[in-house]
T-cell receptor
Framework: GENVEQHPSTLSVQEGDSAVIKCTYSDSASNYFPWYKQELGKGPQLIIDIRSNVGEKKDQRIAVTLNKTAKHFSLHITETQPEDSAVYFCAARSNSSASKIIFGSGTRLSIRP | DVKVTQSSRYLVKRTGEKVFLECVQDMDHENMFWYRQDPGLGLRLIYFSYDVKMKEKGDIPEGYSVSREKKERFSLILESASTNQTSMYLC???????????????FGSGTRLTVV
């Protein structure tokens, strides 16, 4: 079945710098890659996603890239702000897994003032 | 505003008690999921359901059962609570419609369960 690995598990960056979180997946049939942000005391919320027919997608300070050949995808946050501090999960879904989304283990991002 | 509602934010139960965690969604989603979240272990799937009265085991079903009598409600049951079931429990839902394949999951806010 699908396996998603996520690195790093913790990340601390200076406010204003960029943060990058990387994930790899195992199922070459995966075609949808969402990213979730979980703030303290809340459930994960979808912040951005990318489909397999697209290499990059941006939404203001957040961007995701996908390398299908290498089965890598990444989340990039530029000009980080204190409110970016949270746990981030990458995930993957394939037609072979029906409706199930497989999650990475999470990255705790801390923004230093 | 569409949402997934978990009935309790915090619960404290005694060892051996039967515990019910309730989840309700108002999006007419076919699929519902229960996860537990522990530090360093990410999100682990306990059970999921693709339709009313249907259920399938996830990765860590031992010690749990579920019930889905109505489309909008998915209950997680701890038959005899133990201290190692102290955790954050998250419910999620999604649509099975082909056109909504790319919309991911909607999560509830979670229930933090402490078993003493």
């Amino acid at each position: 079945g699908e396996n998603v690995e996520q690195h790093p598990s913790t990340l601390s960056v200076q406010e204003g710098d960029s943060a990058v979180i990387k994930c790899t997946y195992s199922d070459s049939a995966s075609n949808y890659f969402p990213w979730y942000k979980q703030e303290l005391g809340k459930g994960p919320q979808l912040i951005i996603d990318i489909r397999s027919n697209v290499g990059e997608k941006k939404d203001q300070r957040i961007a995701v890239t996908l390398n299908k050949t290498a089965k890598h995808f990444s989340l990039h946050i530029t000009e980080t702000q204190p409110e970016d501090s949270a746990v981030y999960f990458c995930a993957a879904r394939s037609n072979s897994s029906a409706s199930k989304i497989i999650f990475g283990s999470g990255t705790r991002l801390s923004i230093r003032p | 505003d569409v949402k997934v509602t978990q009935s309790s934010r915090y619960l404290v139960k005694r060892t051996g008690e039967k515990v019910f965690l309730e989840c309700v969604q108002d999006m007419d989603h076919e699929n519902m999921f229960w996860y537990r979240q522990d530090p360093g272990l990410g999100l682990r799937l306990i059970y999921f359901s693709y339709d009313v009265k249907m259920k399938e085991k996830g990765d860590i079903p031992e010690g749990y059962s579920v019930s889905r009598e109505k489309k909008e409600r998915f209950s997680l049951i701890l038959e005899s609570a133990s201290t190692n079931q102290t955790s954050m429990y998250l419910c999620a839902s999604s649509s099975r419609a082909r056109e909504e394949f790319y919309y991911g999951y909607t999560f509830g806010s979670g229930t933090r369960l402490t078993v003493v």
